[in-house]
């Protein structure tokens, strides 16, 4: 019987110090599987994407790397009054020759949006593409957004504006392709704060069928950054400057005798933003809204009375 109580001690302190040490050991392993938990939840939350570097897809006339969440509808108001230089006898532009355009861009996915759009100068109609290559990342590991932007503009012109080009179009050889013309850009943008964003773009722009003393052809740069100095209000700033490269120009004209708009598109102005809206007030060198129209026939000097008074009003809406 003593035996037996010996036994039965033995085997109840055997279980108690092999219950002991499963249930270490469990805690040993759930401690470690929560640090393993909360050191991929980091990892996670520091390659989450970071905020857009701007609140909204369109900072003046150009593209921003911002696209709208799938299933976003924008909606877009571009206002471009007349140049100031006539003062006040046309309210420094406001009773000039205006343009203006309507747009609207929808995102299929949370990385592409398609967009078209109408402008009242040369009955301008527009699509526009828009695809996120990379998105900036908390940790940086991608240390950029890079974006492709596409736009094609028909020019709704009557046909007979392409009768004064001789060289190229007759009334015989007019084709509907005359009216084309083209602007793709590759963007790269950095949101390095809260406050600081910017972003650079190189730019080929191409028009199918041009006057004979222009040039069918035009690269060029840009830049735009925003400083946020409250929690809806912005400065903003863009710049687009054509380059008059002479390699790419046509090889049956004459260098001499070609004309070539090379005037940079500078803007200055703030924006007031929220969850769905943004209101953009500024100053700005170029007539034309389309970046094409921008970049090949711009003409006003900034420095020497070529300013023009702007806005911009865009709206979201989420299906």
């Known amino acids: 019987m003593k035996n037996m109580k010996k036994i039965y001690t033995t085997l109840k302190i055997s279980a108690l110090t092999l219950l002991t040490i499963v249930a270490t050991q469990t805690l040993i392993v759930a401690q470690e599987a929560t640090q393993d938990t909360t050191v991929q939840e980091v990892v996670v939350e520091e390659e989450q994407p970071v905020r857009a570097a701007f609140e909204s897809g369109l900072l003046f006339d150009n593209a921003t790397t911002t696209i709208q969440p799938s299933k976003t509808l924008e909606f877009i108001l571009q206002h471009r009054f007349g140049i100031i230089e006539n003062g006040i006898k046309d309210i420094y532009g406001i009773y000039g020759a205006a343009n203006i355009r309507f747009g609207l861009n929808y995102s299929i996915l949370d990385n592409f949006s398609v967009g078209v759009g109408t402008t009242k100068t040369n009955v301008l109609q527009d699509l526009q593409l828009k695809y996120r ?3 900036q990342t908390r940790s ?11 736009v094609i503009g028909i020019d709704g012109s009557p046909s007979t504006k392409w009768d004064l080009t001789p060289d190229t179009v007759s009334t015989k050889s ?7 013309s083209y602007f793709t850009q590759l963007v790269v943008s950095r949101r390095f704060n809260d406050h600081l964003s910017l972003q650079v773009g190189g730019a080929f722009t191409h028009y199918n069928c041009v006057d004979s003393v222009y040039n069918h052809d035009r690269i060029s740069l840009s830049f735009a950054g925003r400083y946020k ?5 912005s ?3 863009a710049g687009d400057f054509p380059l008059d490269l002479k390699k790419i120009e046509d090889a049956k004209k004459v260098s001499e005798s070609t004309i070539v708009y090379d005037k940079p598109n500078l803007t200055v102005g703030f924006e007031i933003a929220t969850s769905t809206h943004a209101f953009q007030i500024y100053l700005a060198s170029a007539k034309g809204i389309l970046p094409q129209e921008d970049i090949m026939w711009n003409k006003n000097d900034i420095f020497n009375g070529g300013i023009l008074i702007g806005f911009n009003l865009t709206r979201l809406w989420n299906f």
Not at 174 to 180: E, L, P, Q, T, V
């Open 229 to 233: 100095f409250s929690p809806q209000g």
């Open 133 to 135: 290559v990379l998105e």
């Open 235 to 237: 400065f903003i700033i």
């Open 140 to 150: 940086n590991s991608i240390p950029v957004t890079v974006m492709l932007y596409e």
């Open 174 to 180: 007019y084709k509907f392709s005359n009216r084309m």
